[in-house]
């Protein structure tokens, strides 16, 4: 089974501040997919990033980037330069590369963006 | 754009009524998705589907069920609400090529009183 750890329930960061959101997983697949999905306030659901297990960079869009450590099981998101529209819930998710393409999901964090 | 719209964003249902949950989405894509999402515990998987009439069982199927009879088209069913199912809905869509993102709706939240 896989299962994913967020252990940061609440966190907020000053706005043109950089802030990290941690994530780990557990599974036995040797190749998957990583994803942190964000979810603003009363809006939908939409991606953030994506990671390739298989590839060893990192990463990265705009002002988000991953530090992607397979060994260690950990996918953490960075965010950079944060704005006010970065204050949501952010979820990790992790997908199998084989079998069914449904997303295990972390218990998300809420990002606060202080002006 | 993909779009994933879900036929209500509030809905109030008392205790053992049949509650029907839609979820259209207009890229042709194969999978859907019911997810249902409460605080602390992230989101959920209920019910998946990758074509029409087929449907394969998530995580947390109990006292659920789905239809697919058009590939747009995924509804889930509550076939005897109970207050335990209050929470908030969340439907999703993806092409079959694995790896690819899910595209979430806006959610139904559910009170069931």
């Known amino acids: 089974a896989q299962t994913v750890t967020q252990s940061q329930p609440e966190m907020s960061v000053q706005e043109a501040e950089t802030v990290t959101l941690s994530c780990t997983y557990d599974?036995?697949?040797?190749?998957?997919?990583l994803f942190w999905y964000k979810q603003p306030p009363s809006r939908q659901m939409i991606l953030v990033i994506r990671?390739?297990?298989?590839?060893?960079q990192n990463a990265t869009e705009n002002r988000f980037s991953v530090n992607f450590q397979k060994a260690a099981k950990s996918f953490s998101l960075k965010i950079s330069d944060s704005q006010l529209g970065d204050t949501a819930m952010y979820f990790c998710?992790?997908?199998?590369?084989?079998?069914?393409?449904?997303?295990?999901f972390g218990t998300g964090t809420r990002l606060t963006v202080i002006p | 754009d993909v779009k994933v719209t879900q036929s209500s964003r509030y809905l109030v249902k008392r205790t053992g009524e049949k509650v029907f949950l839609e979820c259209v989405q207009d890229?042709?894509?194969?999978?859907m998705f019911w997810y249902r999402q409460d605080p602390g515990l992230g989101l959920r998987l209920i019910y998946f589907?990758?074509?029409?009439?087929?449907?394969e069982k998530g995580d947390i199927p109990e006292g659920y069920s789905v239809s697919r009879e058009k590939k747009e088209r995924f509804s889930l069913i509550l076939e005897s609400a109970s207050t335990n199912q209050t929470s908030m809905y969340l439907c999703a869509s993806s092409l079959i090529s694995q790896g690819y993102e899910q595209y979430f709706g806006p959610g139904t939240r559910l009170t069931v009183t």
């Open positions: 990671q390739e297990a298989y590839k060893q």
């Open positions: 998710a992790f997908m199998k590369q084989t079998g069914a393409n449904n997303l295990f």
């Open positions: 589907s990758y074509d029409v009439k087929m449907k």
């Open positions: 599974t036995s697949e040797s190749n998957y997919y």
């Open positions: 890229m042709d894509h194969e999978n």
